[in-house]
């Protein structure tokens, strides 16, 4: 992974930029999923503030970095909501800017007891976020600690954002999802960090990705492309990390979950804050499984994500003496 001259580097820049979406989440809790045409009663539901972008600003925030969100919401309702959400939370969002002639984007969340869940989004404003935007963010990108991107703004977009990251020398973590909106050939080798689930490393590799010995075929096949560490998420399985050397398994942390929506953006959030904060590579994705397994114990996204304190006194508890 990187070099301890790289890390004295990112110390000296500042903080996590996040680019990515914004949305409104509603969440339903239902026993089972609905199959095509079928009708459930939901027993309980939740209003709150999502979108891989936003998560991942708040989970980097929680587990504290400077986190900075980039991103675009309407001028509405629930534009009101995500900025006053966003900023209780401790993400900066001077860059989170209204449109008047767009709506805020929406997801509706439907979560069963198992704690599995189906999600569809409306990208609303998040689609009016174009490559012109990025050009005035140069000097805060060239400044940034880790650049934190996704694929739920339009493409064009990401590929000029992890460019211009790369061209400044600044670490860049994408998150490829959702499925099939990215060209990882694009831009492989302008990523310093590829952090896909189980399901999005199936399809950039065509092979399945179920067991930790897949992923970790799949992790080194895609890591060959230039990029510089691949790290796939596999739930409850925990994660495979291949960096140039033999992969290596890392155990999830044991928790008994009940909702996983917004797992994965925990874990990239946290992964982005450690690194920036100056953790080795190896010990930012234990933490980030750490953060991740605790977020799933709790309903909803944002709103499952443990404050500092808690998720600080989780990690001291599992360090060796002496270290954390």
Same mark, same amino acid.
């Given at each position: ?43 309980? @539901?939740?209003?709150?503030?999502? #979108?891989?972008? /936003?998560?991942?600003? +708040?989970?980097? !925030? %929680?587990?504290? *970095? =400077? $986190? ?76 940034? @600690?880790?650049?934190?991107?996704? #694929?739920?703004? /339009?493409?064009?977009? +990401?590929?000029? !954002? %992890?460019?211009? *990251? =790369? $061209? ?89 979950? +009940? ?6 953006? =925990? ?58």
């Amino acid at each position: 992974m990187a070099t301890e001259a790289a890390r004295a580097t990112a110390l000296e820049r500042h903080g996590v930029l996040v680019i990515g979406s914004a949305n409104v989440d509603v969440s339903v809790s239902t026993a089972v999923l609905p199959r095509p045409g079928e009708t459930v009663f939901g027993d309980g @539901a939740m209003i709150g503030v999502g #979108g891989k972008g /936003a998560n991942q600003a +708040v989970a980097a !925030a %929680a587990t504290g *970095a =400077a $986190a900075t969100l980039v991103a675009r919401v309407g001028e509405d309702a629930f534009g009101r909501l995500v900025r006053d959400q966003l900023r209780a939370r401790g993400v900066a969002i001077d860059e989170l800017r209204g449109l008047a002639d767009a709506e805020t984007g929406l997801a509706a969340i439907y979560v069963e007891r198992s704690g599995q869940n189906c999600i569809v989004v409306v990208p609303g404003a998040n689609a009016r976020f174009t490559p012109a935007d990025l050009e005035p963010l140069a000097p805060r990108i060239a400044s940034a @600690a880790v650049v934190v991107l996704q #694929g739920e703004i /339009a493409a064009e977009t +990401v590929y000029r !954002a %992890a460019a211009m *990251a =790369a $061209a400044r020398g600044t670490p860049v973590i994408l998150n490829p999802a959702p499925r099939g909106v990215l060209e990882l050939g694009r831009m492989a080798r302008s990523l310093s960090y590829l952090v896909p689930n189980e399901t999005e490393a199936a399809e950039l590799t065509g092979a399945p990705v179920k067991t930790p010995e897949q992923a970790a075929t799949a992790a080194v096949a895609l890591q060959r492309q230039g990029i510089g560490c691949v790290i796939i998420t596999l739930g409850a399985q925990g994660c495979v990390v291949a960096d140039g050397g033999a992969p290596r398994h890392v155990a999830a942390h044991p928790v008994t979950a +009940v909702d996983t929506t917004g797992a994965g953006d =925990a874990f990239v959030g946290c992964l982005a804050a450690s690194l920036a904060g100056g953790s080795p590579p190896d010990e930012a994705v234990r933490r980030a499984g750490v953060y991740a397994a605790l977020s799933t114990t709790r309903r909803g996204a944002q709103q499952s994500y443990p404050p500092r304190e808690e998720f600080e006194g989780a990690w001291r508890a599992l360090a060796p003496p002496g270290r954390g």
